[in-house]
C-alpha cells in the first residue's frame, strides 16, 4: 500500500511557474514508477508526465512538453512536477499516481495508487 498526498497547488498568472510536490508514505517508494495527470472541469482526467524508479527516464504529453519538468528524490520519498510558462488550459485538479509495472504508461488504468489531488488555476 502507498499513500500519496500533493501540494503546491495554486493561483498562478498566464506565463507563471508552480511546483507541484508528491510525497508518498508506506511500502519502497523507489520500486514504483511515478506519473502526474490533470483533470479540468467536466473532462477526462489526462496524463502529463511519468519518471522511472530512479528518474533516469521521463515521458510527457505533447501539451506539457518543453514547459513541464518531473523529478523525484527518492531520499525524500517525493516526486516533483515544476511547471513553467503556463497557460489558462493548465488549469485542473493535479493528481500523482504510483505504478508498479515495468514501463512507463499514459494509461490511468496502469496506476494502482492515486492521491487526492491539487487544485491548479492559471490566469489569463
Known amino acids: 500500500q502507498v499513500q500519496l498526498v500533493e501540494s503546491g497547488g495554486g493561483l498562478v498568472q498566464a506565463g507563471g511557474s508552480l511546483r507541484l510536490s508528491c510525497a508518498a508514505s508506506?511500502?519502497?517508494?523507489?520500486?514504483?514508477?511515478m506519473g502526474w495527470f490533470r483533470q479540468a472541469p467536466g473532462k477526462e482526467r489526462e496524463f502529463v508526465a511519468a519518471?522511472?524508479?530512479?528518474?533516469?527516464?521521463?515521458y510527457y504529453s505533447d501539451s506539457v512538453k518543453g514547459r513541464f519538468t518531473i523529478s523525484r528524490d527518492n531520499s525524500k520519498n517525493t516526486v516533483y512536477l515544476q511547471m513553467n510558462s503556463l497557460k489558462p488550459e493548465d488549469t485542473a485538479v493535479y493528481y500523482c499516481?504510483?505504478?508498479?509495472?515495468?514501463?512507463?504508461?499514459?494509461?490511468?488504468?496502469?496506476?494502482?495508487?492515486w492521491g487526492q489531488g491539487t487544485q491548479v488555476t492559471v490566469s489569463s
Open positions: 508506506g511500502r519502497t517508494f523507489s520500486s514504483y514508477l
Open positions: 499516481a504510483a505504478d508498479s509495472h515495468s514501463h512507463l504508461s499514459r494509461y490511468r488504468g496502469d496506476y494502482d495508487y
Open positions: 519518471i522511472t524508479w530512479g528518474g533516469g527516464l521521463t
